[in-house]
Structure formats: C-alpha cells, structure tokens
C-alpha cells in the first residue's frame, strides 16, 4: 500500500504553485487560474480550490484583487521548505545530493564555471567571445531576412528541405572556399548549427567511446566538453604561441596512444592562446596526420577575425588525401544569433552526412540563404573591415587596461586580431579565486583553468574584448587589478604595485 503524503491536498497544491513561482515559471503579475479552474485542473472540491489560494496569500505569494482574482506578487521567492514539515523536504535533500551529478559526461568543473557565471548578475562581461550587438549592421541584416521572406514566403514552413544544405548555400560555400585556396564541389558542403555541430558530427564520424582525440594545451572549453560527452578520452598537446600544436609531441603521442583516432586544431587566432599557425606548419600537420592516418579536425572559426586583408590559407587547402574535416561558422562574423556554419569532411563525407540526419534531419534553409547571399556580396568584405578594425581598437584599450590597473608581474600575450587577450597573471594569483571574487562584483572572466583538464593554466585568465570601452568597463579592470593586488598582499606582503606589465606580439 502507498504510503500517503504527510500534508493535506490544499497544501501539496500550494507547495506545487509556490515551487513554479519561485522557479519563475509563473513570473511576479501573472494570474493564477481561478477557484473554477483550480477544482477542474486538479479535479478538487470548491473548498480545497478555496484553501490552497487563501494559504498561497497568507504566506506572501499571491495578492487578492477584488472582482478579478489572484496575481503572483513581485517579491515571492517561496520552497517547499517553507511549509514547514520535514517529510515534505526529504525529495529536495535528496535532489541537492544529486547536485554534484548534473554535469557528468559535461566536464563537471567547467560546466559549475559556466552555471555560475549564468546565475550570478553581471554587470560587465568580460568572460565572453562573441562581438557584441553593435558591431553589427543590424538595420542591414534585418533588411535583408525580410527580403528573402518576400522572395520566398513559404521558406519557414517548407518541409522537404535537404539533409546535406541548400544548393544555393553549398555553392557559395565552395566559392568561398575556391578564394581561401580549398578546392570542393557544391556537394562536399554540409550545413551545420555553427561549430560545436560541425566538430560534434566529425568525432562522432572517426571515433568511438573510448579512443583518443589529441587537442591543443590550452584549447578551448566547449571542445573539452564535446569531447567527454561523446565518451572520448582528451589528450592535451603543448601549444606554442608562435607555431601551434607541438609536432613533436604529436609524435610521441602516435607511438604511445594506440587509441588516438583524430586531432583537433585552430590554426588561425587559436582560443585561448591567439597563435597563427604558420603555413609551413600547416602544411607539416596534414601530412603528419594523413600519414598516421588521423583525422585532423580543423576549426576555422576566427581567421575571418585576423588584422590582415587577406587571411592566409586554412589547413584544408593542403589536403590531398581526404584527412583534414574543415568546420567553418559565422557566429563571430556575420550574425552570432543565426548559428549559421558548414563543414566538409573529406574521406567521412557520407558517414556525416548520415550521422547528421540520423541525429538533427535538416538545418533550416533560411539562415543558409541569409548568410550564402551575405556572404557573397561585397558589403560582407566592408562589414569585415569594420568588424576587424573595430576589434582592434577595444584590444588595445582593454590592453592599456591591464596595463594601468594589473600588478607587476603581469604577462600579455597580444593577438593579430580576435575577440580576447590571454593574460598571465603575476606569480601566486590564481584566475579561479579572482572568477569567484569578480562575480560578486559583478565581473565576468573566463579562469584559465577552464581550457584545459589538467588545472595547469590556474594562473592565467582570458579577458574578451567583445564591447565597446566605457567608463563601466574601465571601472571593471581597475575592480580586477585592486583583486589581484589583494590576492598578492594576503600571500606575499610588500607585492601588488602595478606598473610592470610584460607585452608581448604573438
């Protein structure tokens, strides 16, 4: 026999309304169902109807207006907890041993980093790398989402779209390519959820649970958490910031790791560290990896991004025997909001391509269009300029930055372009503390623990420079140098003057 609940109907009702105000579900001012709709919604007497709303008010969750019903008031924040009987907390105690749980196969350290940083109020984010609204043309873009739509009406609600891309959109994609050195047919192109899709699809194409991806040491978080998700092992290799991935060690790492299957690299504006792989070293990666027979997996998110009129050459274009899978995206470039990105994948073209429908179908032809017509026309080369020039300048204003207002100490790697500054914090400064320190100020950082799995990149720390400079983000660097000059007194009294600030050109 089941045992019966220790708290009368009208209450269990009232906890149950109570947890969705305080989740949000039911926000301040909306309106509760009425007495009528309470007794048909739960199939309950009038009485019961009439006891759960009247304890709802006593406690403070709902206001009573006279001849129109009842409204969620704005300051309610109630638990389960609050109706006082210890049975009726058992299920959340039990849920918050659970808690340590939530992000097994997500990398559970950087996933708390990333859970915090969401629910903490930020005021100023410098943890980020994606370029803000303002430095898009969104009048523009706008102008063109609604020309497409009278051009083609029936877009948002056709449903025989194809699984690979649109053709419109996979030629373009290959003549983008034909300019970037790469020659592939309209046909190798396959449409992608921007990049975490494309870098899914293509792991899940050469690997399976268990075996090995090489990534660069550091390398970006998401891709530590793609990688676990999957089941797969991380194996980090040194990074240089002048040359990249450590051939070297790649070798060693062949000779020692019979499960190693893939490599995965940005060679251009490489995340965190910023690097530009030279093409010779390119050009040593593709063969090195068609000749062990590894995929080599190439992120080209930010070459776009690179102070140069014209980008250099991805790793693709040295590829002769079908091992580099290329992953483009335009979330940096064109439109963040529109996920738009493509990959081609060489040799394991058909397993993706089945891979990708068997786990998402379709990726919706309007974003394709948009950002096939977009970026074709000469407006997308002015609005890269823009975009490039503009990033150029919050780089070197959050660069002086760190300069007035970081300890002696202070290392700063500066980029040929991007989003962000990889900055090394003086001896003894840790990133996390100071993530920890900076959120109850309102700050958002990325700690350099976060892109890798060893802890060794404590002592570093990614500021993006995605906004404009103002004076709130000027009073945001001097809070983070006043921080870190604080963490220096408590361990090393006599340290923390700023003023000797290493630079360096990667």
Not at 60 to 75: N, S, T
Not at 89 to 115: C, H, K, M, W
Not at 200 to 226: C, N
Not at 417 to 442: H, I, K, M, T, Y
């Amino acid at each position: 026999m089941a045992k019966p609940h220790p708290l009368p109907l009208y209450q269990q009702l009232a906890a149950d309304y109570g947890e969705a105000i305080g989740k949000g579900a039911l926000p301040a001012g909306s309106r509760m169902p009425s007495v009528r709709e309470l007794m048909r919604r739960h199939e309950v007497s009038l009485s019961t109807a009439l006891q759960t709303l009247r304890l709802m008010e006593e406690r403070g969750w709902l206001e009573a207006r006279p001849r129109v019903g009842y409204f969620v008031q704005g300051a309610a924040t109630p638990a389960l907890a609050e109706l006082a009987d210890p049975d009726l907390r058992t299920p959340l105690a039990a849920d918050q041993s659970r808690f340590g749980d939530r992000y097994v196969g997500l990398n559970e350290r950087i996933s708390l980093v990333l859970d915090s940083a969401r629910r903490a109020g930020v005021r100023v984010d410098l943890g980020g790398a994606t370029p803000g609204p303002g430095l898009f043309d969104v009048v523009a873009m706008n102008r063109s989402a609604a020309a497409l739509l009278r051009e083609h009406p029936e877009l948002l609600v056709l449903g025989r779209a194809t699984t690979g891309a649109h053709p419109e959109f996979q030629a373009a994609m290959a003549r983008r390519a034909l300019d970037a050195g790469v020659r592939l047919a309209p046909q190798d192109v396959l449409a992608t959820s921007g990049n975490t899709e494309a870098v899914h699809l293509a792991l899940t194409a050469v690997a399976q649970p268990g075996d090995v991806v090489a990534v660069e040491s550091p390398t970006y978080y998401g891709l530590l958490q793609v990688i676990e998700s999957q089941g797969l092992k991380s194996l980090e290799i040194p990074c240089s910031p002048r040359t990249g991935i450590s051939l070297e060690a790649l070798e060693l790492a062949v000779r020692t790791e019979p499960r190693l299957k893939a490599v995965v690299v940005m060679p251009h504006l490489q995340m965190p560290l910023g690097t530009l792989m030279p093409d010779s070293h390119k050009a040593g990666l593709v063969a090195f990896c068609s000749k062990h027979g590894l995929a080599l997996v190439e992120d080209d998110s930010y070459r776009l991004l690179l102070d140069s009129p014209a980008p250099p050459r991805p790793a693709k274009a040295w590829d002769v025997s079908g091992h580099v899978i290329y992953c483009e995206s335009f979330n940096k470039t064109l439109a963040p909001g529109l996920r738009q990105g493509w990959m081609s994948a060489g040799r394991w073209h058909e397993r993706v391509y089945m891979l990708k429908f068997a786990q998402s179908r379709n990726t919706a032809q309007w974003g394709q269009l948009l950002a096939a017509r977009w970026a074709s026309a000469p407006a997308f080369a002015r609005h890269l300029q823009r975009l490039r020039t503009s990033l150029r300048s919050q780089r070197e204003q959050a660069a002086r930055a760190v300069a007035r207002h970081f300890p002696a100490g202070t290392r700063l790697s500066i980029p040929p372009g991007g989003l962000n500054l990889w900055v090394e914090l003086p001896p003894g400064a840790s990133s996390s503390v100071l993530f920890d320190q900076a959120l109850r100020e309102g700050i958002r950082i990325a700690p350099g623990s976060m892109f890798s799995n060893t802890g060794r990149y404590d002592g570093f720390v990614r500021l993006g420079c995605t906004q404009a400079f103002t004076d709130e983000v000027e009073r945001a660097y001097r809070t983070l140098g006043s921080l870190l000059r604080a963490q220096q007194l408590a361990s090393q009294p006599g340290q923390g003057n700023a003023g000797d600030l290493v630079l360096q050109k990667v």
